[in-house]
T-cell receptor, first 118, second 113 residues
Framework: GAVVSQHPSWVICKSGTSVKIECRSLDFQATTMFWYRQFPKQSLMLMATSNEGSKATYEQGVEKDKFLINHASLTLSTLTVTSAHPEDSSFYICSAQRGGPSGLDTQYFGPGTRLTVL | EDQVTQSPEALRLQEGESSSLNCSYT??????LFWYRQDPGKGPEFLFT???AGEEKEKERLKATLTKKESFLHITAPKPEDSATYLCAVQAWRETSGSRLTFGEGTQLTVNP
């Protein structure tokens, strides 16, 4: 299989606090992980690409100082939402990329983290 | 710019009523097309990868096909547990962005018993 876990599954925090979300690939190594955000009834929006041992690449419009990404090992990436505000409330999903046949990489997704900022 | 359009947005079927979901795409240098299933409040679950036109893959009641412009997800004799949002995504290599996925908006499938 290709199992990706996320922790926590849900979190409620006060405005102004920071929240860290962990993403782990449990049975394979992932040099590349991705972080997405999903609003109700909408598709996934890519926030950033995380490469092990190097700085993350952020999509246009995503504040790198607000959404800190650290890819510390081949099985772990973390997303820290700094000084969270109610507008940061959302469903955050990570994925880990695994190489496959013909050199094609498949992204396997975690179960997601529901963040609510009061 | 890569584009993926899924239709219909929503589909209601009776149990056992077969149908198809469509994914049209415009991409330069397609490396692969992916189908995922997403249940409410959960992350997408990988279903299929299709690499080239003419390719077909099957899994239980699902069958995915690919042409040069679109992909179909055929659902044969669906059951209520097939109810979910089905997402289509394309992957193309880009020098600036690597092998990122571009997702469609999804088709929300409801199968009534």
């Amino acid at each position: 299989g290709a199992v990706v876990s996320q922790h926590p599954s849900w979190v409620i925090c006060k405005s102004g606090t920071s929240v860290k979300i962990e993403c782990r690939s449990l049975d394979f190594q992932a040099t590349t992980m991705f972080w997405y955000r999903q609003f109700p009834k909408q598709s996934l929006m890519l926030m950033a690409t995380s490469n092990e041992g190097s700085k993350a690449t952020y999509e246009q419009g995503v504040e790198k100082d607000k959404f800190l990404i650290n890819h510390a090992s081949l099985t772990l990436s973390t997303l820290t939402v700094t000084s969270a505000h109610p507008e940061d409330s959302s469903f955050y999903i990570c994925s880990a990329q695994r190489g496959g046949p013909s050199g094609l990489d498949t992204q396997y997704f975690g179960p997601g983290t529901r963040l609510t900022v009061l | 710019e890569d584009q993926v359009t899924q239709s219909p947005e929503a589909l209601r079927l009776q149990e056992g009523e077969s149908s198809s979901l469509n994914c049209s795409y415009t991409v330069s240098g397609l490396r692969g097309l992916f189908w995922y299933r997403q249940d409410p409040g959960k992350g997408p679950e990988f279903l299929f990868t299709l690499y080239s036109a003419g390719e077909e893959k099957e899994k239980e009641r699902l069958k995915a096909t690919l042409t040069k412009k679109e992909s179909f997800l055929h659902i044969t004799a669906p059951k209520p547990e097939d109810s979910a949002t089905y997402l289509c995504a394309v992957q193309a290599w880009r020098e600036t962005s690597g092998s990122r996925l571009t997702f469609g908006e999804g088709t929300q499938l409801t199968v009534n018993p």
